[in-house]
């Protein structure tokens, strides 16, 4: 399988968190912990080649030049496991709007199933950053990309924690001009297409509802 486009993030205290997330020893408040701050060195890294413009600025001793953002950041996160991203990314971006996608993955099909979708206004000329935890078989992802792009987004990446080779190979497939970003990419999918190794259902996890 050839697989395009995805940047792991590789970082120790990345690891590490990942280990805490993949351990069933882990409890939901530990879990949520972990999943804040893997998410600070992710939105660091995603946010690495991210353009700037210059700005004057006035320092108590003298003008000098600094530097903003040059294009709105706009967070979608995937409901629901999606939203334990959210903070940590808001955390380094506080300006970021923040737009709601809800899909969930039917267990027997393994199709995602679309129930609610809130946006700000001109995703067309944002950098859009897609957040789910999980890129199992990929349908949720590719269906979440869709909805943008019918909606006018234009610059999209996706970022996730773990992903299988099946699921970024379908975005792929489905979206070529989508980045992935990932702090690891797993071995395979079970039959009911769960990750291997994994961490389980991340939503079930962050949220206690096991
Ligand atoms: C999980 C995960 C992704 C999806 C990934 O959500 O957060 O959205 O599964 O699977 P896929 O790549 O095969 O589509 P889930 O459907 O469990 O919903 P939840 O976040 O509400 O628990
Ligand atoms: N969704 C999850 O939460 N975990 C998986 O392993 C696959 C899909």
Known sequence: MKLKNLILVDHPLAQRDLTILRDKKTTSLEF?????????????????????KKVKVDTPLEKTTGYELKHQIVI??????GLSLVESFLEMIPDAKVG?????????????????????RNIGVAKVLIIDPMLATGGSAS?????????????ITLVCLLAAPE??????????????????????????????????D???RTFGTI
């Open 32 to 52: 949520r912990n972990s999943i804040r701050r893997i998410s600070s060195v992710l939105i660091t890294a995603v946010s690495k080649n991210f353009e700037v």
């Open 202 to 204: 991340a939503g079930d």
């Open 100 to 120: 709601h996608i809800g899909i969930y993955r039917n267990e027997e099909t393994l199709q995602p199933v679309d129930y609610y979708l809130k946006l700000p």
């Open 167 to 200: 699921g970024v190979s379908t975005v792929n497939k489905n979206h070529k001009d989508v980045k992935i970003y990932s702090i690891a990419l797993d071995r395979e999918l079970n039959f009911r297409g769960y990750i291997l190794p994994g961490l389980g």
């Open 143 to 155: 269906a979440a990309i869709q909805f943008l792009k019918d909606r006018g987004a234009k610059d």
């Open 76 to 81: 979608v996160p995937v409901l629901r496991a």
